[in-house]
């Protein structure tokens, strides 16, 4: 099955500094790689996500990256604010050939702190 | 538009014991999946049900079941309760199109249960 692999474990920068995750993947069928934000109790919420006919997306302060050769791909958050703090996630899935439908696995998450 | 909604929150039960927990998807979402979260696991796929079938299962053991009902709200149960099945339960919902779903997930906040 597919293994995704998250790194950094934990982050910690100042405000203001951009924060990098990286991920890899193992399935070279995966062709959607979301990126999920939690917060302290809360559930996941998706922030950015990216599709395998796409090499880059953005949105505002982040962005994602996507080298499908490599099988790897990075969130990028630029000019980190202190509510920019939670837990990160990445994600992959394809379509299952038996059955049609998706799950995702996902890394095993970075903790992002940013100091004011 | 109202989010994922999980029941209970919170809830501590013993070793043996059996638990239901519920999950209502956002209005119009017929796509509800479960997944388990721990510290040393991550986030790990439970099952996905959708038109009130499970259509994708992950590798949990038979003691996790789980249904849906006609308006698309979702139950799980896992039985004879183990001291590592303590974790938090999260059910998304996703749209679906054309008999599959499209991966995008949006989550509840999740049932914490600890078994003692």
């Known amino acids: 099955g597919e293994n995704v692999e998250q790194h950094p474990s934990t982050l910690s920068v100042q405000e203001g500094d951009s924060a990098v995750i990286k991920c890899t993947y193992s399935?070279?069928?995966?062709?959607?790689f979301p990126w999920y934000k939690q917060e302290l109790g809360k559930g996941p919420q998706l922030i950015i996500d990216i599709r395998s006919n796409v090499g880059e997306k953005k949105d505002q302060r982040i962005a994602v990256t996507l080298n499908k050769t490599a099988k790897h791909f990075s969130l990028h958050i630029t000019e980190t604010q202190p509510e920019d703090s939670a837990v990160y996630f990445c994600?992959?899935?394809?379509?299952?050939?038996?059955?049609?439908?998706?799950?995702?696995?996902f890394g095993s998450g970075t903790r992002l702190q940013v100091q004011p | 538009k109202a989010g994922v909604t999980q029941t209970p929150r919170y809830l501590i039960k013993t070793r043996g014991q059996q638990v239901t927990l519920s999950c209502s998807p956002i209005?119009?979402?017929?796509?509800v999946s479960w997944y388990q979260q721990t510290p040393g696991q991550g986030l790990q796929f439970l099952f996905e049900?959708?038109?009130?079938?499970?259509?994708n299962k992950g590798n949990f053991p038979g003691r996790f079941s789980g249904r849906q009902f006609s308006n698309s709200r979702s139950e799980m149960n896992v039985s004879t309760l183990e001291l590592g099945d303590s974790a938090l339960y999260l059910c998304?919902?996703?749209?679906?199109?054309?008999?599959?779903?499209?991966?995008?997930?949006?989550f509840g906040e999740g049932s914490r249960l600890t078994v003692l």
């Open positions: 998304a919902s996703s749209t679906s199109h054309r008999g599959t779903n499209t991966g995008e997930l949006f």
């Open positions: 209005s119009g979402h017929r796509s």
């Open positions: 399935d070279s069928a995966s062709n959607y």
């Open positions: 994600a992959a899935s394809k379509r299952a050939l038996d059955t049609g439908r998706r799950a995702l696995t």
């Open positions: 049900y959708f038109s009130e079938t499970q259509r």
